[in-house]
C-alpha cells in the first residue's frame, strides 16, 4: 500500500520535475521562465495530435520540441527587444490555451476531451533487476518510458549544471552578466541555450501528461507549470531540492485525486489543496532562510 | 510633453489595432470555408447594429476594471497575477450579499454590494502583499497561486451550498432586479455600469497623477530602494496598491453580475483577469488610455462571437488574436522600430 503511494506519487511528480527541470535553466540565466505552464499544454496538445496522426512515440515528441521550440524563440526575442519577460511569459500562457482550445475545436470539433485510438501505448516497462527486491520493486519499477527519461534527466541535469563548462558558464550569466560578458562568455548564447533547453523540458512534461492517457483534455497542465516554477524558485541551482519540492508537490496532486476517490469532501475544496500547501510551502521555504540568514 | 507622448502611445495602438486584424483575419482566411463574409464579420461584427455594438461597449466593463487593477499594481512595482481569483471570489462575496438585501433602497443597495466586492477583493490580494512584506514571499506566483484556489472554493459554495436548484448549472439565485444596473440600449447588454466604469478610470488617474499616495505608489514602482531611503513606507505603499488593485479587480466582475448576468455563474469571467494585464499593458500603465484599450479586446471578443455565428469560425480566434496582441506589446520596442521610431528615444 505504502509502494504504491509512493509510486502514485511518483507519477504525479513527474511532468513537475519535467517541467521544473527545464525552469531551472532559465532561473540559472536569471530569467524566470513563466511561460512553463503554455509550453506544457501546448505540448501536451501536439504530443496527442501527432500521436494520432502517425501512431509513433518518437515523431509526436520531436513535435512537442519544435512546438516548444518556437515559444522559447519567442521568450528569447522578447528578451533581445528588453521587453519584460513575466509579460512575454504571460502572453505565451494565453496564447497557448487559445490555440490549444481553437485547434481542439477545429481539427477534432471538440471542446473538452479527446481520446485517441490511434496513439500509441505506453506499456509500464517492469525492470528485471529489481524484480527480486520486495519494497524497491513496487517504488521503482513499473513505470513507462516517460518517466524513466525523468529519472535520466535528472541525473544528466545535475552533471549538466555542475560538471560541464557550459553549465559553468550558464550560471555564471546568470551570477552576473557583465562578470561574465568581460570573461568572455557569450552571454546570448548561454541565454538562448538555456531557454531552448527548457523549452524541451517542458515539451517532456506537456508529452508525460498526455501520451500515457492517450487523451487531452481542455486546461490539461491545470497550472502545474506554475507550481513546478515554485519548486525551480525554492531549489534554485540545486537540481535535487528543485526535484525533492515537485514530490512534494507531486504528493499534493496525489492527495487531492486520491482523496477524491475515497472521501466525501467535495471536490473543488480538493482542488485547492495543491495551491494552498505550495503557498505554504513557499513561505516556510522563505521563513526558514531568513531566520537562517539572522 | 503630455500631448506628446499621447500622441506616440496613439500611433502604437493603431499600430496594435492593425496587426490585431491583420492577425484574426490571418487566422480565418485559413481555417474558414467561406473566409470573406467570415473576416467581414469579424472585422466590421460589433459595429454592424446596435445589439452587437452595446454588447462591445458592455463587455469591456469588467475589462477596464480589471486594466485599472493591474495598472495599479504594476505602478508599484508588484505583479498581481491573482486578479482572475480576486474577481472571481469577491464577485461571488458580493452576489451573497446582495441576494439578502432584497428590498433595501436602491441608493444604498448598489454602492453597499460594490463595497463589499472592492474589500473582498482588495484583501485577496493583499493578502499576498502580507506573505511579500513578512516573509518576501514572491507575490507574482503567491496571488496567482492563492487567486486559483479562491476560485475554487468560490466554485465549491456555487455548486453546493448557494447553487440555484432550478438552474441547469453552476449558478447562484438571480439577484433582484432592483438592485441590478439599469440597461441603456435594450436589447443589447449594455447598462448603467459603465458609467461607473468610466468615473472610476478618471478618479484612479487622478488618484495616480496628482494625489500624495499616487506619487507615493509611482516612485516604489519605479524604484522602491529610492522610495525608501527617501521616507516612503515601501510595504505599506506595495500593500495599499495590492488592496486596490484586487478591489477593482472585485469591482469588475461585480458590475458585470449586476448589468449583465444577474447571477454568479461558474466561471463567467474566464480571462477578465489575464486580459485585464494585457489592458493595462497596451494601455502603458496610464488609467485613461485602459478604455480604449479594453474596448479593443471587447471588440475582439464579440467580433470573433458574431462572426461564429455569421460563419464558420471558431470563436477562440479572439483569444489567439488577443495573445498575439499580449505578445506583440511586451516588445514595444518592435512596435517603434517597425513604425519608424528609434528604440528607447523617449526612455521607457
Not at chain 1, 219 to 241: D, P, Q, Y
Not at chain 1, 254 to 278: A, G
Not at chain 2, 22 to 28: E, N, Q
Not at chain 2, 267 to 282: H, K, M, P, T
Amino acid at each position: 500500500m505504502v509502494a504504491d503511494i509512493i509510486h502514485s506519487v511518483i507519477s504525479a511528480a513527474v511532468p513537475m520535475i519535467f517541467a521544473a527541470l527545464g525552469g531551472t535553466f532559465t532561473h540559472l540565466v536569471g530569467k524566470l521562465n513563466i511561460a512553463l505552464e503554455g509550453m506544457m499544454l501546448t505540448s501536451s496538445f501536439v504530443a496527442i495530435y501527432v500521436a494520432d496522426k502517425t501512431s509513433n512515440l518518437f515523431l509526436s515528441l520531436i513535435a512537442c520540441f519544435g512546438a516548444c521550440s518556437v515559444y522559447a524563440v519567442l521568450l528569447i526575442i522578447a528578451i533581445k527587444l528588453k521587453a519584460n519577460i513575466f509579460v512575454a511569459g504571460l502572453a505565451i500562457n494565453l496564447f497557448s490555451s487559445g490555440l490549444t482550445s481553437f485547434l481542439m475545436a477545429h481539427l477534432f470539433g471538440s471542446k473538452g476531451t479527446i481520446v485517441s485510438q490511434n496513439a500509441p501505448i505506453l506499456n509500464k516497462i517492469e525492470l528485471p533487476v529489481l524484480s527480486h527486491i520486495p519494497f524497491l520493486e513496487k517504488i521503482l519499477s513499473g513505470y513507462n518510458i516517460l518517466e524513466y527519461t525523468a529519472f535520466v534527466l535528472i541525473f544528466v541535469c545535475y552533471v549538466l549544471i555542475n560538471k560541464t563548462v557550459i553549465g559553468y558558464k550558464i550560471r555564471a550569466v546568470g551570477k552576473d552578466m557583465n562578470t561574465a560578458r568581460n570573461l568572455g562568455i557569450d552571454v546570448d548564447k548561454m541565454t538562448i541555450t538555456s531557454f531552448l533547453l527548457s523549452g524541451i523540458f517542458s515539451a517532456l512534461s506537456g508529452a508525460v501528461l498526455s501520451l500515457p492517457m492517450r487523451s487531452f483534455v481542455t486546461g490539461m497542465s491545470n497550472n502545474r507549470g506554475w507550481i513546478a516554477l515554485v519548486a525551480v524558485i525554492i531549489g534554485g541551482e540545486r537540481i535535487f531540492v528543485v526535484v525533492l519540492f515537485c514530490l512534494i508537490f507531486g504528493l499534493f496532486t496525489f492527495l487531492s485525486n486520491f482523496l477524491q476517490l475515497i472521501s466525501k469532501i467535495p471536490v473543488e475544496l480538493l482542488m485547492t489543496i495543491p495551491y494552498i500547501f505550495t503557498v505554504l510551502m513557499m513561505v516556510l521555504y522563505a521563513y526558514s532562510t531568513r531566520k537562517k540568514a539572522g | 510633453m503630455f500631448m506628446k507622448v499621447n500622441r506616440r502611445w496613439l500611433k502604437v495602438f493603431l499600430f496594435t489595432l492593425v496587426v490585431a486584424f491583420i492577425c484574426g483575419s490571418v487566422i480565418i482566411l485559413t481555417t474558414s470555408k467561406n473566409p470573406l463574409t467570415a473576416i467581414r464579420w469579424f472585422c466590421l461584427g460589433p459595429v454592424s447594429n446596435t445589439y452587437f455594438l452595446g454588447n462591445m461597449l458592455s463587455g469591456s466593463i469588467p475589462l477596464v476594471l480589471t486594466g485599472l487593477a493591474a495598472v495599479i499594481a504594476f505602478s508599484a512595482g508588484t505583479f498581481n497575477l491573482g486578479l482572475e481569483g480576486q474577481l472571481y471570489f469577491a464577485t461571488f462575496c458580493a452576489t451573497i450579499v446582495a441576494l439578502h438585501l432584497e428590498g433595501l433602497v436602491r441608493s444604498f443597495s448598489i454602492p453597499l454590494i460594490l463595497f463589499v466586492a472592492f474589500i473582498v477583493g482588495g484583501l485577496a490580494a493583499a493578502f499576498s502583499g502580507v506573505l511579500k512584506i513578512l516573509f518576501r514571499v514572491d507575490e507574482l506566483l503567491s496571488s496567482f497561486l492563492i487567486g486559483q484556489a479562491l476560485i475554487y472554493i468560490a466554485d465549491y459554495f456555487l455548486n453546493g451550498p448557494f447553487r440555484d436548484p432550478f438552474a441547469g448549472l453552476s449558478a447562484s439565485k438571480y439577484i433582484s432586479g432592483s438592485m441590478m444596473f439599469s440597461k441603456i440600449l435594450p436589447p443589447s447588454d449594455l447598462h448603467s455600469g459603465v458609467f461607473v466604469a468610466i468615473a472610476i478610470s478618471v478618479v484612479v488617474y487622478f488618484v495616480l497623477r496628482f494625489s500624495n499616495l499616487g506619487y507615493q505608489i509611482k516612485v516604489t514602482g519605479s524604484n522602491h530602494d529610492f522610495a525608501h531611503y527617501g521616507g516612503i513606507k515601501v510595504h505599506w505603499v506595495w500593500l495599499v496598491a495590492l488592496f486596490l488593485s484586487g478591489g477593482m479587480a472585485g469591482l469588475g466582475g461585480t458590475i458585470d453580475v449586476l448589468g449583465v448576468h444577474g447571477r454568479m455563474m461558474k466561471g463567467f469571467s474566464f480571462g477578465y483577469g489575464f486580459n485585464g494585464i494585457a489592458v493595462a499593458l497596451i494601455a502603458r500603465n496610464n488609467p485613461i488610455s485602459v478604455i480604449p484599450s479594453a474596448l479593443l479586446f471587447s471588440y475582439l471578443e464579440v467580433g470573433a462571437q458574431v462572426s461564429s455565428i455569421m460563419a464558420d469560425v471558431t470563436p477562440e480566434v479572439s483569444k489567439i488574436v488577443q495573445a498575439t496582441i499580449f505578445y506583440l506589446i511586451t516588445a514595444e520596442s518592435l512596435a517603434d522600430f517597425l513604425i519608424g521610431k528609434k528604440v528607447a528615444a523617449h526612455g521607457r
